[in-house]
């Protein structure tokens, strides 16, 4: 048992090993471009960990029920995918850079507004421009990624992205844990009052701020010539793929599973187990410490076994803690299905983003990312309203049950549509 697992430990000490090196190589063939992308990315997580932890409870907390919170975040992902296909056509013309600078000025803006008023028509006003600007950054982050790297560098670009996100996510989630009792503690503020929360919330805009810097020296490549976009274009014939048409019903599903549950993470804590921000906010930032070690693994997993392989296998492994996180009423059994399902879950993220663009020829790209989101946060929108709706009327598990079956169909589904493709596509490239 003892050399077990010694060979156990040595195994995952050379594998770590190995990967980092992998990373430090590939890193040095990053562009200046993707690096300050990177540096974007990591300044507005910090301020996106912040949001996730403190935000619905803010808004329960102003009185407001589950589902007019579940209205509030449908609304910002129907807008998400609703603008997608308008967003890439935006961005092709006025190039990634100006892009991404709209996007994080009308989030400064819309997340400026939501965290000072209280009424419900400037909360759902807002909560579409906070979808308007999420749109712009996703559809144009896959597209700049790609241009912006080669194919021996790509796999590691994708997961540096989402390495970055998961650890600025983890350092906002842990402020925005503590930030609420540090403000109510010296401020003498009723810890009931939601203007902790608000405060805290305030607090994260300054990393939205200062990500502006990183963007400002990024060098814009020449937008399309005025005229007929190619996006628009291209539409119709993309839509007739077969392939992008598997895309995006995946994707659709996996958006609906989506949208059901991971919204209320921090609602079910609070209200089903009884949890503190602070203790959801070092939940949280813990789920994004192991994340971000599984995320280490991904681009030598995808050469081991493929990229859709890899998709199937993290997705159902991380059912049985989604399942785990509903059946007890224990916090730390709970904390720890959602701690190792995030991770993961969380694995499949760089893997389908790099697929869904290697899949398509280049002229399609920005239409099928369009697409892909606009499928997947529409959904994501709808659910997201109908789980609020669930959670209104007492039904606390049932939207993580369903989420649980979307995405075992999802993930059958992917396997079966693109594990043939990808062999052919490999024997292609080999020859």
Known sequence: MKKYSSFNSKFILNATISVVAGYREKLNCFSRNACLFLGYIFLISLSL??????????????GFREDFLGLMLSLV???????????????????????????????????????TTTSTLLLVLFSILYGVSSSLKIVTASTFMVENSTSHERMHLFSMYYLLY???????????GI???TFTSSLKIDPADP???????????????????????????????????ALFSTLSSTLRSKTIQKLVLVNGLIGMGWGLA???FNVYFDIVLGASSRQIGFIFSLSQVVMMFTLLFVPILTEWLGKVKVVALVQLSSIPFLLLFTSTSLLTIAAFGYIMRSAIMNMSNPILSSFNMEV??????????SLIWMSCYTCVGLSTYAGGLMMAHNYYSLPFLLTCVLYVVATVLYYLFFEKMEKEQKNLEAV
């Open 49 to 62: 960990g912040i949001y996730e932890v403190l935000f619905n409870l803010y808004i329960l907390r102003l």
């Open 77 to 115: 992902s129907i807008s998400t995918g609703l603008f997608a296909i308008p967003a890439a056509m935006f961005c092709d013309r006025a190039g990634r850079r100006n892009t991404l600078l709209l996007s994080c000025l009308l989030l400064l803006f819309s997340f400026a507004v939501l965290y």
């Open 166 to 176: 998961t650890i600025g996510v983890m350092i906002g989630n842990f402020a925005g």
């Open 179 to 181: 930030l609420p009792q």
């Open 195 to 229: 203007t902790g929360y608000q405060l805290s919330l305030y607090a994260s805009l300054t990393a939205v701020l200062i990500s502006l810097l990183p963007l400002i020296f990024i060098k814009n490549k020449k937008p399309a010539l005025p005229g007929k976009p």
């Open 262 to 264: 991971l919204p209320y």
């Open 360 to 369: 398509v020829s280049e002229d399609q790209r920005a239409t099928v990312n």
